[in-house]
């Protein structure tokens, strides 16, 4: 197959403007018990879910939205959105899977993955390979599922690392939470193929706030991989999703991100509000994860992937690339914080920025007391194109141990017209001298990716400034 097939055949495609129409059951907009109390009921959730979902809205109405964010955008009115939509059923199996909803996945090229929960507005439509997978003990299912066919999982694990309270965006998600994707792997168990989740917002004046639980127990392995795409349209939608990955002794984990969310014009008109949190907990000793993550799209991006290294020897990667154009705003960056005895952190972020857009790198790397002999390393670096954009670092440093060792490096650059210049003496025109460019500045991160995910990332970079 040839590389230009292979990127048509790939799992994220980067054509999203279109949308489909479809029928849809939907709930009235705003936010209140009685709409939290219906989707419950719509989900057939037992009585201790509902129960989690009123005391998050309890909590979510006392805490003030927060406003550091290094960007400008108007007031959110929460009550303008509706937090249910699905497809209207059908009358078999996979009563959400509708003709419209498999053409807009097929079109997208989801459904060649082999294993993949697909989540279409509030609701997941698919999931493919559960059964297989259930075989070997991994349990692979939407949230909703796993809510109803494994309790006493979802009870032990649920707001155990985001709590209830832990921030505005993270409690509304908890309040009003749509479907989103359950994994568990079972002791001594790597999982034998790479598993993804799809998040599509299709219709309009939708909030979307999918929850993702993964547990891996002692001595398993996961190499997960998340997308999400939305339509062009002329008003907001907003996004605001909680990840908890919970590791236990020896485990490990791969976490990748391609977030492709719509990013509006360039008339600040449209596109995603992007307000993430994601957090995963290094309970057993020597457990690692892996975060990797390549962020283009959405309006406003507001999200910091966190590791509480709990567990002695235990070590986490960040790998991030961060892409603004047009009048786009990105605050994004990470959180280390050690607290077991020789834990590990290495940061790498690459954030490029053009047209009028802002891109900020913020992060915190805290070492405990308790946290002897713990090492960070973090390497942040910054592409400016054009004269209209900015980008901006904001790292904090805290450490309580003398036996610590914490390194940081940040630059900020330019691409000058000498660079331009010589590669255009060569017949290279100018769009591909940038992606030429953009491409050698990420390199570091994107030869340390799966060779699929490289691929297609160097094949965005180069459409991206065309």
């Known amino acids: 197959m040839s590389i230009k097939n292979k990127i048509n055949n790939t799992f994220f495609q980067y054509k999203e403007g279109f949308y489909t129409k479809l029928k849809t059951k939907e709930i009235k907009k705003g936010i209140n018990k009685k709409i939290i109390k219906k989707i419950s009921k719509i989900k057939k959730e037992p009585n201790w879910m509902l129960n989690i979902r009123l005391k998050a809205y309890k909590i979510w109405k006392k805490i003030k939205e927060p406003h550091w964010l290094n960007g400008q955008y108007k007031k959110i009115n929460y009550q303008n959105y509706k937090y249910y939509s699905a497809p209207k059923k059908k009358k078999n199996k996979n009563k959400f899977f509708t003709k419209e909803v498999k053409y807009t996945f097929n079109k997208l090229g989801i459904l060649k993955k082999k294993a993949v929960d697909i989540i279409f507005d509030s609701v997941s439509v698919k999931t493919k390979y559960e059964k297989n997978l259930s075989k070997l003990g991994i349990i692979f299912c939407s949230f909703n599922k796993a809510i ?196 590990k952190s290495i940061i790498f972020s690459k954030s490029i920025s053009m047209n009028n857009s802002r891109n900020t790198y913020r992060s915190l790397v805290k070492i405990k007391k308790q946290a002897s002999k713990s090492k960070n390393f973090t390497q942040c670096d910054s592409l400016i194109i054009g004269k209209n954009c900015s980008t901006h670092t904001l790292p904090k440093i805290k450490s309580k141990n003398k036996n610590s060792i914490i390194e940081h490096e940040a630059s900020s650059t330019y691409i000058k017209k000498k660079q331009i210049f010589y590669l255009q003496q060569r017949g290279i025109n100018y769009s591909d001298c940038v992606s030429m460019i953009i491409q050698g500045f990420c390199e570091n991160i994107i030869n340390n990716l799966p060779i699929d995910l490289s691929t297609e990332i160097k094949e965005t970079l180069l459409n991206n400034f065309k």
């Not at 209830?164 to 409690?171: E, K, L, P, R």
């Not at 009003?176 to 790479?194: H, R």
């Not at 596109?271 to 309006?299: D, H, M, P, Y």
């Not at 567990?311 to 991030?320: A, K, L, R, V, Y």
């Open 148 to 343: 109803r066919k494994h309790p006493k999982l979802v009870k032990k694990y649920l707001c155990k690392v985001v709590p209830i309270n832990d921030n505005f965006y993270s409690t509304l998600n908890t309040s009003i939470s749509s479907d989103g994707t359950f994994i568990y792997i079972p002791k001594n168990i790597k999982c034998p193929i790479e598993l993804s989740s799809y998040f599509r917002i299709n219709s309009k004046n939708i909030g979307q706030f999918e929850r993702t639980l993964i547990i891996l127990k002692k001595n398993s392995y996961l190499h997960y991989l998340e997308g999400c795409s939305s339509p062009t349209r002329t008003k907001h939608q907003l996004h605001a999703a909680v990840v908890e990955i919970i590791l236990h002794e020896n485990s490990k984990i791969k976490y990748s991100t391609i977030q492709n969310w719509s990013s509006g014009n360039n008339l600040k008109k449209g596109g995603i509000f992007n307000f993430v949190t994601k957090r995963c907990l290094c309970k057993g000793k020597n457990s690692k994860i892996s975060w990797t993550q390549f962020e283009i799209g959405a309006s406003i991006t507001w999200k910091y992937p966190s590791t509480i290294l709990l567990g002695d020897n235990s070590s986490s990667n960040f790998n991030s690339i961060s892409i603004t154009k047009f009048k786009q705003q990105s605050d994004t960056g990470t959180k280390m914080i050690h607290i077991g005895k020789n834990t």
